[in-house]
């Protein structure tokens, strides 16, 4: 019998009639003959307000007891929806992180799952039950709630596909799948019917919040089946949403670009005319890095008479906190002629297999931004995906360019 996890994220909770609704979901699986492990965030706006009381007794709340507030949330869904269950005649059953001992490390606020128990669980499906699991806690060895950072449902649903084996892992949310870019940007924008594994990384980690970056992480680790649909489809509707596939399973034509994705918070700091000498970028951005500051696209010029400039991208949240690192660090790790800064700019990528077998994508990508008379700043290549960094007040501008150069609101096509 195949067996199914569903994960509804914190706007398919909602409310109570939102919950009846996953619950009619359930149901309409469970009588097509699937066992179904339902994974839940906390209704919406529930982690935050939680997290909130905390901040209002402390400015700096101890991690620990955070974990053991926010992890209420998704404990009062499980109990919701097995009442929801129940009330259609279903036989279900709830589990707390902790009680299908989901064992993390004991990283609080960010844990990472080590191993879960799923014996108990085979059990109860087996009795043909329901079984519905808190998303985003687990437990460490020591007993200590813990949760997975935020959005970490999305890895409780995966982790517990991979552990169970499951035939798919279902993730319904707000949107009915993975888009070419975000269609409040570009109204043309189309759900993918499906996307490769390696594009959806790159797409989490560029600022597509569709997926939690770990989750898709954690699925291609284990080959999950993975697929987003949206829940406020009508229940009885067979969506398909975009499925997120493997390369080696897959035959089908794959685009060659599948999706632009952006970031607008990011910040610019070039450290200019410092000493071209062996040592130079860790003497830098050694101290950034142990400020745990993250560093994104690193660009360092050729030098000219002893002397280069060496520029990279934060998030603009620890733009202030960089330069100040850098302040702190002239003079002694190394000299520098002057350091610029720049909190206005934003990341554009684009994304897709395909570059990998065809040449020119760079270049039409380009020559679609000059066109438009937008200045590049930076550029990042992987092999998968060009990034480029420009001023915000592009940003609209370049992506909607870019989707049509690129013809993202058409099916693909062989080339
Ligand atoms: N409720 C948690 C959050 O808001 C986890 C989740 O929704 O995935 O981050
Ligand atoms: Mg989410």
Do not use: W
């Amino acid at each position: 019998m195949a067996l199914i996890v569903q994960k509804y994220g914190g706007t398919s909770v909602g409310s109570t009639e939102r919950i009846r609704s996953v619950a009619l979901r359930v149901a309409r699986f469970h009588r097509e003959g699937y066992q179904l492990v339902v994974v839940v965030s906390a209704m919406s706006g529930e982690t935050n307000r939680l997290l909130a009381l905390a901040k209002e007794l402390s400015a700096d709340p101890n991690p620990r007891e955070l974990d053991v507030i926010a992890a209420t949330g998704e404990q009062v869904t499980i109990g919701l929806l097995a009442i929801a269950l129940q009330e259609l005649g279903l036989k279900a059953k709830s589990y707390t992180g902790g009680q299908v001992h989901v064992l993390t490390d004991s990283a609080f606020t960010k844990a990472r799952i080590l191993d879960i128990e799923v014996a108990p669980l085979r059990k109860d499906l087996a009795k043909g039950m329901v079984v519905i699991v808190a998303g985003f806690q687990g437990v460490d060895n020591e007993g200590n709630i813990t949760t997975l950072g935020r959005g970490g449902s999305d890895t409780s649903a995966v982790a517990l596909a991979a552990a169970l084996g499951a035939d798919e892992c279902q993730i319904y949310t707000d949107v009915d799948g993975v888009y070419s870019t975000d269609p409040r940007v570009v109204p043309e924008a189309r759900r993918l019917e499906r996307v490769t594994f390696e594009e959806m990384l790159e797409m989490a980690s560029l600022g597509s919040k569709v997926l939690q970056l770990r989750s898709v992480e954690f699925a291609g680790k284990y080959k999950v089946k993975l697929r987003v649909l949206s829940s406020f489809d009508d229940p009885a509707s067979a969506a398909t949403g975009t499925l997120i596939t493997y390369e080696e399973d897959d035959t089908m034509e794959q685009a060659i670009i599948s999706g632009i994705a952006f970031t607008r918070d990011e910040a610019k700091i070039s450290v200019m005319g410092v000493e071209d000498r062996p040592g130079i970028a860790y003497a830098i951005l050694g101290p950034v890095a142990d400020a745990n500051i993250e560093v994104d696209i690193i660009v360092q010029n050729i030098g000219a008479s002893g002397r280069t400039d060496l520029s990279f991208t934060v998030n603009r949240s620890e733009y202030k906190k960089a330069l100040d690192v850098l302040a702190g660090e002239t003079g002694k790790g190394f000299t520098a002629r002057e350091i610029i800064g720049d909190n206005r700019i934003c990341k554009v990528s684009l994304v897709g297999i395909g570059m990998r077998s065809h040449v020119g994508i760079a270049a039409k990508m380009f020559k679609a931004l000059a066109d438009e008379g937008i200045n590049i700043q930076m550029i990042s290549t992987s092999e998968i995906k060009t990034s480029v960094v420009i001023d915000e007040k592009y940003l609209e501008l370049a992506v909607r360019q870019l989707h049509r150069v690129f013809e993202l609101d058409q099916q693909p096509h062989a080339v």
